[in-house]
């Protein structure tokens, strides 16, 4: 049987994943974008590098619906959900870490889904023992392994990771960047994640674009 013309768009749109094109940005009077063009297959991470003021955190808030370009077309991100890792944790501090997990799962599970799928993710980032624990009790590298499983506990199609790993030392950058690949490997979301550390680029099997 014949593909019609719709369904043999709708395969053609499915493998190319996501698009910007021709995209245009200024801020200041400083051209961060001029016709920027980016290719992102579905599934994959993306590392985008490029040293402080180059555009990477705009880059982000663009491809979030946070702010508009000046102009260009961004295509496949219509509708899609987004959950975002920063440079720093943001945990609600009222919260346990198990609370702030459960916060951001859907609504559809139960009282009891809900614990075991946020414990779930608290064993995938080594954190047995704290699910109890408030933010204020648990070291940097720690708050920022509960919003690795928050950012996995959100039913989302993207995530967004804005510079997450900055001023960590690199053991526990590497470390950070194990366990969540761990998850990412079971769960295989598109991953756009920006860095102006070169190293950091290393620490994952993802395509890297250099802004300069």
């Given at each position: 049987?014949?593909?019609?013309?719709?369904?043999?768009?709708?395969?053609?749109?499915?493998?190319?994943?996501?698009?910007?094109?021709?995209?245009?940005?200024?801020?200041?009077?400083?051209?961060?974008?001029?016709?920027?063009?980016?290719?992102?297959?579905?599934?994959?991470?993306?590392?985008?590098?490029?040293?402080?003021?180059?555009?990477?955190?705009?880059?982000?808030?663009?491809?979030?619906g946070i702010i508009l370009p000046d102009s260009g077309t961004l295509i496949g991100f219509e509708?899609?959900?987004?959950?975002?890792?920063?440079?720093?944790?943001?945990?609600?501090?009222?919260?346990?870490?198990?609370?702030?997990?459960?916060f951001v799962l859907g609504g559809d599970l139960s009282p009891v889904q809900r614990r075991i799928?946020?414990?779930?993710?608290?064993?995938?980032?080594?954190?047995?023992?704290?699910?109890?624990?408030?933010?204020?009790?648990?070291?940097?590298?720690?708050?920022?392994?509960?919003?690795?499983?928050?950012?996995?506990?959100?039913?989302?199609?993207?995530?967004?990771?804005?510079?997450?790993?900055?001023?960590?030392?690199?053991?526990?950058?590497?470390?950070?960047?194990?366990?969540?690949?761990?998850?990412?490997?079971?769960?295989?979301?598109?991953?756009?994640?920006?860095?102006?550390?070169?190293?950091?680029?290393?620490?994952?099997?993802?395509?890297?674009?250099?802004?300069?």
């Open positions: 049987m014949e593909r019609s013309q719709t369904e043999n768009l709708n395969m053609e749109n499915s493998k190319m994943g996501f698009q910007i094109k021709n995209l245009n940005m200024s801020f200041n009077g400083v051209t961060l974008f001029r016709d920027f063009n980016l290719d992102i297959e579905e599934g994959t991470i993306t590392c985008i590098l490029g040293p402080s003021g180059c555009g990477k955190s705009t880059l982000l808030n663009i491809i979030g509708n899609k959900v987004f959950s975002y890792i920063f440079q720093e944790p943001r945990l609600l501090p009222w919260k346990t870490v198990r609370e702030n997990i459960e799928e946020a414990d779930r993710l608290i064993r995938k980032v080594k954190l047995d023992g704290f699910a109890s624990y408030y933010p204020s009790q648990l070291s940097g590298g720690m708050r920022q392994r509960v919003s690795i499983a928050r950012a996995f506990a959100c039913h989302s199609d993207i995530i967004l990771m804005d510079e997450p790993l900055n001023g960590l030392d690199f053991s526990l950058k590497e470390s950070m960047m194990q366990w969540f690949s761990q998850i990412w490997k079971e769960d295989r979301r598109t991953v756009i994640f920006v860095t102006h550390n070169i190293d950091e680029t290393q620490l994952t099997l993802a395509r890297v674009v250099n802004l300069g």
